[in-house]
């Protein structure tokens, strides 16, 4: 049985990672110590656990090197709530937007569906059977006049219980009573929250108002419908909220992408960031350890962990306020991709780039057959580009398999049972424009 997150130990986290993402050891590293102490912490008396607070961590290094994608790995690997969030698209109290305190907010949402799916899973047989009842109420009126049971020893209840789990009564339709599924939340109005939960409570006001109505649906539907049902009969929801808030509060991870976007830089004058050094005022509290206020209650971000990431190509570290850079005092710079590192990121992960156009090809009846000198070539292709014009990191690959596979992919109906070897002369073929062409821009994003 694999290990959740929690369990794990940073040697383990670093090989999941290795898994999906290439080279940058110090960043996973950092990542994974930081993941760990959190589940150390846990493991202390309250005297001393409660003075040892996460250490935030900021990555720094170029788009398209791995920063985004160890965030989107770590969430796969969490059994910890886990939002990834830009920095972008946040404005300072006063402006027309999100405030920086909905990415609290989002946490406790993204926590609360986790618990929810835990407490479901739990409940699911108990659940699964009472809906498979109910279904069998509704379709044995109209069964029973449609369809001839043959076996003399079984019920028609039992038949068509059996045909229910085999799934052959999917697209039979059933009348069932559909109730208003949007509620508004009592207090939310003085509760201290922002305009979304103002907006979100005006929206919804209408379903007050609203009765139950008879719909005609599929049974496929009509379970999902009466699956949420019962799961609220079931589940407590009150408990739901406490595991909730408890795993926001002492297990969330927020990753703040694209922080560099809110530096100063050298043209402050910029359209569209005058509110920027706002939004880093109004992340500082957040990040230190503050009160958010929801419709959940009052959530306390002392012990959520922190993860920012920005290329700072256009401006630098420095240029963030010196009150934030405190904020985050484990800095990680990540390297450049090396032609190796291509070469490996297209051979060694699972989600490789040619094993992903091997399959996609297939699809056709077509198989890709990739040599390693052609594999050689791409990569180093892909750093020799990311060299001489704007360096995209591996996003580059993208580009470059695109024009390299175009004209397969294009008459792949054509070529039905036929194996094609990428092989370096055929990578020099099809991309020849690009090797013999010192302007490489028409040929790339």
Do not use: C
């Amino acid at each position: 049985m694999a290990k959740s997150l929690d369990e794990m130990f940073p040697r383990e986290i670093v090989e999941a990672l290795d898994k999906y993402i290439i080279g940058q050891s110090d960043a996973k590293k950092m990542i994974a110590i930081a993941i760990r102490n959190r589940s150390r912490r846990k493991l202390l008396e309250n005297s001393i656990g409660d003075e040892i607070i996460p250490k935030n961590i900021m990555m720094i290094g170029p788009t398209g090197v791995g920063k985004t994608e160890i965030a989107r790995r770590i969430a796969k690997l969490a059994n910890a709530p886990f939002i990834k969030v830009e920095a972008t698209k946040y404005t300072e109290v006063g402006y027309v937007g999100r405030d920086v305190e909905s990415m609290v907010k989002d946490l406790m949402a993204a926590s609360i569906q986790l618990v929810q799916s835990e407490f479901s899973a739990l409940k699911e047989q108990e659940i699964e059977t009472r809906v498979n009842e109910k279904l069998l109420d509704l379709l044995m009126p109209s069964l029973a006049n449609t369809m001839e049971i043959t076996d003399i020893e079984t019920s028609p209840r039992d038949k068509f219980r059996e045909l229910l789990k085999q799934g052959k009564l999917e697209d039979k339709e059933v009348e069932i009573k559909v109730n208003p599924t949007s509620r508004v939340e009592i207090g939310v109005m003085g509760n201290g929250n922002g305009m979304d939960d103002i907006q979100e409570a005006m929206k919804n006001l209408g379903s007050i108002f609203q009765q139950p109505r008879r719909r005609k649906l599929s049974v496929k539907r009509a379970r999902e419908i009466l699956k949420e049902e019962e799961f609220d009969r079931t589940i407590d929801k009150e408990k739901v909220i406490e595991e909730a808030k408890k795993r926001t509060e002492e297990m969330g991870i927020i990753f703040i992408d694209e922080i560099d976007k809110i530096a100063g830089g050298s043209n402050p004058s910029s359209r569209g960031e005058v509110s920027r050094e706002g939004v880093q005022r109004d992340i500082l509290p957040i990040v230190e350890g503050t009160k958010v206020s929801s419709k959940w209650g009052v959530i306390d971000t002392t012990n959520i962990l922190f993860i920012a990431a920005g290329a700072f190509s256009l401006s630098k570290p420095s240029d963030l306020i010196p009150e934030l850079q405190g904020r985050f005092p484990i800095r990680v710079e990540l390297n450049d991709l090396s032609a190796d590192d291509f070469y490996r990121i297209l051979t060694e992960p699972s989600n490789a780039i040619t094993k992903q156009y091997e399959a996609l090809i297939g699809t056709e009846g077509v198989k890709l057959d990739f040599t390693e000198g052609g594999v050689r070539r791409i990569a180093e292709l892909a750093y020799e580009v990311n060299q001489n014009t704007d360096n995209i990191g591996a996003r580059r690959l993208y580009t470059i398999m695109e024009r390299l596979l175009e004209e397969v992919s294009f008459s792949a109906d054509q070529i039905v049972g036929q194996t094609i070897p990428i092989t370096e002369q055929y990578v020099n073929e099809r991309l020849e424009n690009v090797v013999s062409h010192q302007d490489l821009s028409r040929y790339i994003l």
